[in-house]
């Protein structure tokens, strides 16, 4: 598989505040990526870093076979910078055909292309609307759109969905699932739910260093997340469900979390059917589920072992 | 150069010239161009303009400024355009300033520069904001000159062919007087922050470099052509040169336009987005 983004041994500081700290990662085409941290754990150092915006101290980056900000990747690297607004001087419109024809494109194909990512991302009607008369979510999916023109190969986006709502950031995370079939995306964001749900790649910047989290591991040991129904409340007890599971064949473990959620842990070598196993044993006990998932959370896989060790 | 520096260039060009005749900001800017210059042309340059026909007048600035050669002013075509040229020359480098304080740092700031940036390079970015605040200082220089023509043509009852090609002298002067300013303020809004901190810094270090230059010239008299090699150092050649072949006097703010481009340039590309 090609790689796209290769990064080596990169490190940012700012003052004696070390941002980033000999990072290592290597992102191949087709691949959707998500960089995940708390605030301040360089997440957004490391966008501007690879957009071409900011210097490295030290290491080496290289995005599609260039260097990050140079010619060669004008119109094959895009990016959603957080916190960056369009000009509110001008239409949406006019701003995006400008950005089409710093491209490459001519002025009707701009004109023509614009209104197609504008429409991508719900706007198509707001051509002629001045940044600064829109909203701060229609706004942003300007910003978005942006990032569409033309055929990117390499999508950056840094909190694509915070302050839409959710109706929006619905729109929004299906348009990238969309995109992705076409381009590659690496995407910032505090939404783990959103991030699992587009992404097969994690990147955890934790302390300015870099772990990687796939997110379809192969391991021996399966997981199951469980959560009860709340109408049968009265009903169910969390240590009698634990002692029902772990009578299961196959079950290595069972963790009850808050709101009658269960984490279940198993062997799949033992049994191939554990989760209709798991389906009988809730009716015989007639516990309705809410919500039952294979695999562990993005949540639990990152946030699972740092609060073992806290505690 | 690269073909697609000069698109780019062009295309920046365009977008500022936009701005100047399609957004609020640009028409406030043409507004209080024209305030300006209807209170200069109605109360200084056409009454003035009758007092430099007048023969005595015309001697005694001879008589006066002859060693100068002031008295050269008197030979353009039209006693309208001896005035444009004079109040422009002096009145041009100081708005400039001011009119081209924001070429960068309020796309900076705003973060509109990490969307340009990912599709143009510093260097057009900065030659391009350059040349689109040149194409719109010629748009008020052309207004303002073609304003000056109609009360002359209004004033002799007609229009010379001579005083046409005056005021395309006289504008191709005054770009070209205003292009080492433009580009000083390319590099104080690549640097500073805001429009308004681009021209305080601006302001306060022509002054401390005047006033620095002044001191030591006071104590090393020989270092006075120094004084030669400041931005707008040509203007007072300029005041009483006539024809194209004064464009000689072109050489020096060229010079300086091109050595404030690479400045800007440098401090873009260094600089954080």
Redesign the interface.
């Known amino acids: 598989m090609q790689s796209i983004i290769n990064v080596s041994n990169l490190s940012k500081s700012y003052g004696r505040n070390l941002v980033l700290n000999n990072i290592s990662f290597t992102v191949n085409s087709g691949e959707t990526v998500a960089l995940i941290g708390q605030n301040g754990a360089g997440k957004t150092t490391l966008f501007s870093l690879l957009c071409g915006y900011i210097k490295a101290d030290s290491g080496e980056m290289q995005l599609l076979g260039g260097q990050p900000g140079s010619q060669a990747l004008f119109g094959k690297v895009a990016a959603l910078p957080q916190d960056a607004q369009l000009d509110p001087a001008f239409s949406i419109g006019q701003q995006l055909s400008f950005y089409g024809q710093l491209q490459g494109l001519s002025a009707s194909e701009a004109g023509a292309e614009t209104k197609r990512v504008l429409a991508l991302v719900d706007l198509a009607a707001n051509y002629h609307t001045k940044a600064g008369a829109l909203s701060h979510g229609m706004r942003k999916r300007a910003c978005m759109a942006q990032a569409f023109i033309g055929s990117p190969a390499l999508i950056l986006l840094d909190e694509p969905t915070a302050g839409l709502d959710p109706a929006n950031a619905l729109h929004i995370r299906e348009l990238i699932s969309d995109l992705s079939q076409h381009a590659s995306f690496l995407i910032s964001s505090h939404n783990i739910f959103e991030l699992e749900r587009l992404c097969n790649k994690v990147l955890y910047l934790q302390d300015g260093k870099l772990q990687q989290h796939h997110a379809q591991p192969n391991e021996s040991t399966a997981h199951i997340s469980l959560q009860l129904a709340t109408a049968s409340d009265a009903a169910v007890d969390s240590d009698a469900v634990c002692q029902q599971l772990q009578e299961l064949a196959g079950i290595t473990d069972v963790t009850a979390g808050r709101n009658h959620e269960y984490q279940l842990s198993y062997q799949p070598q033992q049994v191939d059917d554990f989760d209709i196993r798991l389906l009988q044993c809730l009716a015989a006990n007639g516990w309705q589920y809410k919500q039952l998932s294979k695999g562990k959370s993005l949540e639990q896989q990152l946030f699972a072992q740092k609060k073992a060790a806290n505690a | 150069m690269s073909l697609?520096l000069l698109r780019?260039t062009w295309?920046f060009s365009q977008?500022e010239l936009?701005?100047l005749w399609?957004?609020?900001?640009g028409l406030m800017t043409l507004a209080a161009t024209a305030v300006v210059w209807f209170f200069l042309l109605r109360y200084a340059i056409a009454p003035a303009s009758d007092i430099l026909q007048e023969p005595n007048f015309q001697k005694s600035l001879t008589a006066a400024f002859g060693m100068l050669g002031l008295h050269q002013l008197l030979n353009w075509p039209a006693p309208e355009l001896t005035l444009y040229w004079m109040l422009s020359l002096v009145l041009l480098p100081f708005l400039s300033l001011v009119f081209t304080a924001n070429q960068l740092s309020s796309?900076a700031a705003?973060?509109?520069l990490?969307?340009?940036?990912?599709?143009?390079?510093r260097t057009a970015i900065v030659l391009g904001r350059f040349c689109g605040q040149l194409v719109v200082q010629l748009c008020l220089i052309l207004l303002s000159l073609t304003a000056t023509l109609l009360i002359s043509a209004v004033r002799q009852g007609g229009l010379s062919w001579q005083a046409i090609e005056a005021s395309l002298l006289i504008s191709c002067h005054l770009l070209i007087v205003l292009m080492p300013f433009t580009a000083l303020m390319t590099v104080f809004s690549a640097w500073a922050r805001s429009s308004r901190l681009a021209l305080s810094l601006a302001i306060v270090t022509l002054g401390v470099v005047f006033g620095l230059l002044s001191w030591l010239i006071y104590h090393q008299p020989d270092a006075a052509f120094v004084l030669e090699y400041m931005p707008g150092a040509q203007i007072w050649q300029l005041i009483p040169a006539q024809g194209w072949q004064s464009l000689q006097l072109a050489a020096l703010p060229l010079a300086q336009t091109a050595i404030f481009l690479v400045i800007a340039q440098q401090i873009l590309s260094?600089r954080?987005?």
């Not at chain 2, 399609?22 to 900001?25: C, E, Q, S």
């Open positions: 697609m780019q295309l977008v936009s701005r399609l957004t609020r900001r796309d705003r973060g509109t990490r969307f340009i940036s990912l599709r143009s390079s260094r954080a987005l």
